[in-house]
């Protein structure tokens, strides 16, 4: 891991998971439970919704399976969810997304799987230096795992449009996301991250 990797494990990655894990379980419907967690990485994001919300059953899907995960984690091969229609309460993609060439695949199996909802926390490519930025955040927080990156963003109307395809509805969205302590945030924050609800129809 490099220096700079380092300092985001040891500075930011705390208190990403505590704030993220916060604003994911307010969206979580209150009649789910079940919930599967697409691309989970070791799942303590979700470990974490579990707990705020007790009888919740959580699972995890990654193409990259750890060794070490704070939730059963199956194997998938990136484009088809190994779980039959309508089998799960919630779905929930934790900056997934973007690391995939086509983001309407995965937001299509997620729609066929959830029955009540779908839960997002990616980024927004908008304003001044947005592309150049979410790379080098992308690269210090993913590729010591290995992880593939596309660097595959999109702007707010892409999302919005891609939502409106899939007939998904948008219940719930910000990008007021705190992941970040000032004077950081003013590089890394702004409005580069949102966390939405998305209702199947």
């Known amino acids: 891991m490099t220096l700079v990797g380092k300092l985001h494990t040891k500075m930011v990655f705390g208190r990403r998971v505590?704030?993220?894990?916060?604003?994911?379980?307010?969206?979580v419907p209150g009649a789910a439970r079940t919930l599967v967690d697409i691309g989970c990485g070791d799942g303590q994001i979700a470990h974490l919704v579990a707990g705020k919300h007790p009888g919740l059953q959580i699972t995890g899907?990654?193409?990259?399976?750890?060794?070490?995960?704070w939730i059963p984690v199956q194997?998938?091969?990136?484009?088809?969810?190994?779980?039959?229609?309508?089998?799960?309460?919630a779905a929930?993609?934790?900056?997934?997304?973007?690391?995939?060439?086509?983001?309407?695949?995965?937001?299509r199996e997620a729609k066929r799987v959830a029955r009540q909802a779908i839960l997002i926390k990616d980024h927004c490519n908008d304003g001044f230096l947005s592309?150049?930025?979410?790379?080098?955040?992308?690269?210090?927080?993913?590729?010591?795992?290995?992880?593939?990156l596309p660097y595959n963003?999109?702007?707010e109307q892409r999302w919005r449009a891609a939502f409106a395809e899939l007939g998904l509805t948008i219940d719930s969205w910000?990008?007021?996301?705190?992941?970040?302590?000032?004077?950081?945030?003013?590089v890394f924050g702004r409005r580069l991250h949102f966390v939405a609800r998305l209702i199947p129809a």
């Open 18 to 27: 505590r704030v993220l894990a916060d604003m994911l379980a307010e969206r």
């Open 92 to 107: 929930l993609f934790v900056d997934v997304l973007h690391h995939t060439n086509d983001p309407l695949v995965l937001l």
């Open 131 to 148: 592309g150049a930025t979410l790379r080098f955040m992308d690269w210090v927080g993913n590729a010591h795992h290995g992880v593939v």
């Open 61 to 69: 899907v990654d193409v990259l399976v750890r060794p070490t995960t």
């Open 174 to 186: 910000t990008q007021r996301v705190p992941l970040y302590p000032w004077p950081a945030s003013w």
């Open 153 to 155: 963003y999109w702007p």
């Open 75 to 89: 194997a998938f091969d990136g484009t088809t969810l190994p779980l039959a229609d309508q089998s799960v309460d």
